[in-house]
């Protein structure tokens, strides 16, 4: 049975804004004034919710708001958010480097966090010197540290630069040490942010596997901040969404994403150019763009095991032209995926509305956030009508529980095909 | 068995709530932190005298020219006198050792959560445990120039001059627990108070200037007895000490027992308002600072 190891309650936090100091002194006096009669702390009250896209009129804002929600032991929770969401708030509280405004957290057992990696680091001590000054910051006690020594040292491969000042260090020997130390910590509970985890691909990697075997093969909990949705669905089963200081959703980490995706404006799963803004030129232009099911419907995220369509609708001015729809594919990295034109209808030429969508089969895309680019053009002679770049943007996501594989973490590749496998017995 | 549970339930290894206790110390805290306490003394003094070549000798070599510029300034040209102690030199060192030693732990402590920022921004750790480590880390740099002062002794000794090994000696121990008390304690408050307002630290360069001219450091205590500027020694907690403290090595001093009880209440006053202001700053400082 498992049991709650963090519990937060009615968490919240106010910030002021602004310049901290000048007129914060007449503040402090007039809420020590409210406080001594007995009244609420009048600052409070004019707190405003936290969206930085919004221009406020409150010197004080709400990083967090009334935030509730528990975690189980072992159990490996994803925390999503944009910027600003009040995430790295809420870790500052759970590891103790701020204090809420108001409620509480319960918490059992040691916390740390991989984002201090070489927090108390000295330029001028060792190694050695450092390994110690920076495990017992981490709540270390020096027999720890002392037993673990050897294993540190080796994990980070710096063992004939031990007795160097670690100011002489290249900096990948410094992240490499400084991980190694707080890989070794043993908590009970871990969190990770990704945003502040320094460091290369590689490294990245290293932090990734770590927590994976942290939570898996010794059942620790894990709290995982990240923007990447496909890390977070692929390490995480529960998820936490947060948005302007409270709670949009929790639960399960797929329900949770998906619902992130649909909320953020990064995606767009419908698009309509009105008229007179529409782009192109005499011979077509273009009008509405969806993301839609086999049913076409429009959808917000799709899956892998799902068939995709994207469908737009444009208009043909000019009869006697042979304008053809194509569809342009680009990954996060910039990476064209694919293009692929219409070719099948020979009634491209007639003026008129046209609504035409292109089928991505199920099991092509790999998880992931994709950009759609929707043009026209003629080929003979070679000509763009129009090109809407950035038309679409979607998620894919998959559905961890529906994997027919062992292997839970992310699948590299571009693209994820289901391919057909032959394997024969020879002997 | 489910009884058992649902008592543990209850028991939370820690809650993180918005306010504290007014004197919430967290003695068992700071207890199980020890080494790390230990070890942010060592970082002190080791990392201080990286890549210098004389290392801790320069401990030795400050209290001397110091020592002689007021012997010059304060000895020969303004020819104020020592109260009888031979020769004048130990009269300047004890002050400027004693006075070193707060000056240290003032100065160091209140940079507590400005220096530090970048650390307890990160992590959590009791932050009591630095301004303590700063404390001890300076114990030692006054053992050094102590060692001095008895060398310095035992020189004249063999001299010619007097030595007053007394029972007395027994006392410096309290005098430099009093001294460090104080020290801390207004230590802490400033840091609390620069976390929000800069101005304190300003204010904190020229206080010790000051300071040491306002305590008996280069004259006796008993030089002011007739002035009108005496009440300045008498409200000064500080001045028991000293003088106690020259007492007790060269049997000379001004003070009563009332002074230094003065003295002791200063400082538990001092540390308790501290702790308080303190424990109030360090859990959201981190938004002002």
């Known amino acids: ?427 | 068995m489910s009884e058992t549970l649902s008592h543990k339930q209850e028991q939370w290894d820690v809650v993180i709530e918005p306010k504290t206790h007014l004197l919430q110390l967290n003695l068992k805290e700071i207890w199980r932190y020890r080494d790390l306490l230990q070890l942010f003394v060592r970082r002190d003094f080791v990392a201080q005298y990286k890549q210098t070549i004389l290392g801790p000798i320069w401990h030795i070599i400050q209290p001397i020219f110091t020592t002689l510029i007021y012997l010059l300034i304060f000895g020969q040209i303004a020819n104020i006198p020592t109260d009888g102690i031979e020769p004048p030199i130990v009269f300047y060192m004890s002050g400027i050792t004693i006075w070193n030693y707060f000056a240290a732990c003032l100065t160091s402590t209140s940079a507590t959560f400005t220096a530090n920022a970048s650390i307890f921004g990160k992590v959590y750790f009791p932050r009591m445990v630095l301004p303590l480590s700063v404390v001890i880390s300076n114990i030692v740099r006054f053992g050094i120039q102590f060692l001095l002062l008895l060398a310095f002794m035992f020189f004249y000794y063999f001299k010619g001059y007097p030595i007053h090994v007394s029972f007395a000696w027994l006392f410096i121990p309290v005098l430099i627990i009093m001294m460090a008390g104080i020290g801390l304690g207004l230590g802490i408050i400033i840091s609390s108070l620069t976390t929000k307002y800069r101005d304190f630290a300003v204010l904190l360069t020229f206080a010790i200037q000051l300071g040491m001219y306002a305590t008996p450091i280069v004259y006796p205590s008993s030089f002011l007895r007739n002035t009108s500027y005496k009440w300045i020694i008498e409200i000064n907690p500080l001045s028991s000490i000293v003088e106690c403290f020259r007492y007790s090595l060269f049997g000379k001093g001004t003070f009563t027992a009332g002074d230094l009880a003065y003295s002791g209440i200063f400082m538990l006053v001092v540390l308790f308002i501290g702790t308080v202001i303190f424990n109030k700053v360090e859990k959201s400082f981190m938004d002002t600072v």
């Open chain 1, 1 to 427: 049975m498992s049991r709650t190891v963090i519990s937060v309650e009615h968490l919240s936090k106010e910030y002021k804004l602004g310049q901290i100091g000048t007129g914060s002194i007449a503040h402090d006096i007039n809420r020590w004034w409210y406080r001594m009669r007995g009244k609420e702390d009048p600052y409070l009250k004019i707190g405003e919710e936290n969206d930085r896209t919004k221009k406020g009129n409150s010197e004080y804002v709400w990083a967090l708001n009334d935030i509730n929600f528990q975690v189980q032991e072992g159990e490996l929770l994803g925390i999503i958010g944009r910027n600003g969401a009040g995430k790295s708030t809420l870790l500052k509280i759970l590891s103790k480097t701020t204090s809420p405004t108001k409620g509480c957290v319960k918490i059992r057992g040691r916390v740390a966090s991989l984002l201090e990696v070489g927090t108390g680091f000295h330029p001028e001590l060792s190694g050695r010197e450092n390994i110690f000054l920076n495990g017992a910051i981490l709540g270390m006690t020096k027999g720890e540290i002392r037993r673990k020594f050897d294993e540190i040292v080796d994990f980070a491969g710096v063992e004939r630069y031990i007795d160097t000042p670690v100011k002489r260090y290249s900096s990948g020997m410094y992240v490499r040490l400084a991980f190694a130390v707080a890989a070794h910590l043993e908590p009970e509970i871990l969190i990770v942010d990704e945003v502040l985890a320094v460091g290369d691909a590689e490294f990245q990697k290293k932090c990734l596997g770590k927590m994976q075997d942290v939570s898996s093969k010794e059942g620790r909990t894990v709290l995982f901040v990240s923007h990447n949705l496909t890390a977070v669905n692929t390490l995480c089963e529960t998820a936490v969404y947060m948005k302007n200081g409270r709670i949009a959703k929790q639960g399960n980490a797929l329900d949770v994403i998906e619902l992130y995706s649909k909320t953020e404006s990064e995606v767009i799963n419908h698009k309509k150019w009105p008229e007179g803004e529409r782009l192109g030129d005499d011979v077509s232009e273009i009008v509405e763009a969806r993301l839609v099911d086999k049913d076409r419907n429009t959808i917000t995220v799709a899956h892998t095991d799902q068939q995709i369509g994207i469908e737009f609708t444009y208009r043909v001015k000019k009869q006697g032209s042979q304008p053809v729809p194509n569809m342009h594919v680009f990954n996060m990295q910039g990476d064209n995926v694919f293009v692929s034109a219409e070719k099948s209808n020979p009634v491209l030429g007639v003026p008129g509305t046209y609504t035409t969508v292109m089928w991505i089969p199920d099991h092509l895309l790999n998880d992931g956030r994709y950009l759609v680019g929707l043009a026209t053009s003629t080929f003979v002679p070679e000509k763009v009508h129009f090109y809407a770049k950035e038309a679409l943007i979607f998620d894919v996501v998959e559905d961890m529980e529906k994997r027919d594989m062992d292997y839970r973490g992310k699948m590299p590749g571009v693209i994820r095909p289901k391919l057909n496998w032959e394997t024969i017995k020879l002997d």
